[in-house]
């Protein structure tokens, strides 16, 4: 399943694995989920249809999206002992480390759902994931603005009930704007799969030596967060308000001051692995983004900057000859914002985005023990043999 593959500069490394999940065409940037184009899902299905897609497959029927929903509606409610983690973190701690020690401390208090190869089990790890992490995301962020917690209310949809633990407050009801809840649900679509990416290959590679589904997307989660992943979309923020409050809008010496790589400069959101071409959600991004902030009512000056940025950087030969275009995170940062949402929270959007993808590759993986990454080799660069000194003679 796995076979050799050789690259440049002439040296070997096996394919990870192989995998009947997503397909990434990087050169003609085709992205699709089991077969599924991601303009089609992103434009008809909604992100739980999707996550059901992915994980098992198949577009469910009626019956089984709404049985998949009712069971995911069934676990939004955190152990109360759990609650109780979020007293223990800084108040300025970052979201992600919360998430993923939440994420893994599930395993503690759900127990009965750990072996991975107990179809029940795995089944019920699956829904406690998808309803739980939403509410973990939501209480990191009223922890980190020291606000009270909301229950969640299982009347509402997965991406409403979220936006109201979020936004709501317990004194008063909380109106979830459908423009926003619509534009949310589409970004998570964009994000729930893509194939081998750091994250992805880190839940495989944790989940290779039989650790549970909690353990195993905790890891995700913290792989997520570099910068050169997942953080990135806090970091385009970070980049595009560096450049309006300090070059007063300016891109071209930022631009400049990229391709002389000054203090490894990098226009964050753009390049890829693996897409040497436009990525196609960065696409449907940008087109939600000018959407939903006028809908929002939001004119946010840094839209147009990184639009400037892009346009700037496409007619430019440094770019366009190592094929750097937006990626996915290029523009997603301007709607979170728009939408209420810190900076701090971007990668914590996109992990709830992801944790379909998670699930389903650690599930394909566990379901076929010869498909998994297991334990990679190396090219050892190292001394050659050499004995012991004592440390009086060295
Ligand atoms: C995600 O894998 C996935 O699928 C990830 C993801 C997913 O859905 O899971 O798509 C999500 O992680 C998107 C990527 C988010 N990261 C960023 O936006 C950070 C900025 N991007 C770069 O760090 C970089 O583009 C990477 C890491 C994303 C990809 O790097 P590559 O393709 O391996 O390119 P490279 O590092 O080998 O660089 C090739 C050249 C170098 O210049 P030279 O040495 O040839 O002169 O391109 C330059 C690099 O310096 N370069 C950049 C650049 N990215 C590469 N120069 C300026 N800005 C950049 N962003």
């Avoid at 009930?161 to 423009?179: K, S």
């Avoid at 692995?273 to 000018?290: M, S």
């Avoid at 840094?302 to 275009?325: G, P, T």
């Amino acid at each position: 399943k796995t076979g050799l593959v050789t690259y440049d500069p002439g040296f070997t490394s096996t394919a990870a694995c192989s995998s009947a999940i997503t397909y990434i065409d990087g050169d003609a940037g085709i992205l699709r989920y089991r077969g599924y184009a991601i303009d089609q899902l992103a434009t008809n299905s909604t992100f739980l249809e999707v996550s059901y897609l992915l994980i098992y497959g198949e577009l469910p029927t009626r019956q089984q999206l709404d049985a998949f929903t009712n069971r995911i509606s069934r676990h939004t409610l955190l152990h109360e002992d759990l609650k109780r983690f979020f007293e223990g973190f800084p108040r300025d701690a970052h979201p992600m480390p919360v998430l993923s020690s939440a994420v893994s401390a599930l395993s503690t208090f759900y127990q009965d759902s750990l072996d991975p190869h107990d179809e029940e089990a795995v089944e019920l790890s699956t829904v406690r994931l998808m309803a739980k992490v939403f509410t973990i995301a939501a209480y990191a962020y009223k922890k980190s603005v020291g606000q009270p917690f909301l229950y969640p209310d299982n009347s509402l949809g997965v991406v409403e009930n979220f936006l109201r633990m979020t936004f709501g407050f317990p004194a008063e009801p909380y109106e979830v704007d459908p423009d926003m809840a619509r534009a949310l649900d589409t970004l998570l679509i964009l994000h729930a799969d893509h194939e081998q990416n750091c994250s992805t290959s880190t839940v495989r590679l944790v989940g290779s030596s039989q650790a549970n589904l909690f353990a195993s997307i905790s890891a995700g989660v913290n792989a997520l967060f570099g910068p050169l992943h997942g953080g990135a979309n806090q970091a385009v923020l970070e980049m595009l308000t560096r450049i309006s409050d300090v070059e007063g809008g300016n891109v071209d010496d930022f631009v400049n001051r990229v391709k002389n790589k000054e203090q490894g400069a990098k226009l964050m959101g753009f390049g890829h692995r693996v897409y040497k071409n436009y990525d196609p959600r960065a696409k449907i991004v940008k087109e939600q983004a000018e959407t939903i902030l006028k809908k929002l009512g939001v004119n946010d000056p840094l839209l147009d900057i990184a639009m400037s940025l892009e346009e700037k950087a496409l007619a430019d030969d440094y770019f366009v000859e190592r094929k750097l275009y937006p990626n996915v995170d290029f523009y997603t940062g301007v709607i979170y914002r728009a939408m209420g949402f810190p900076t701090k929270m971007f990668t914590v959007l996109f992990a709830l985005g992801r944790l379909p993808g998670w699930i389903a590759h650690w599930r394909e993986m566990m379901s076929d023990p010869q498909n998994k990454i297991g334990r990679p080799r190396q090219l050892y660069t190292g001394s050659a043999e050499r004995l012991y000194v004592p440390v009086g003679q060295r």
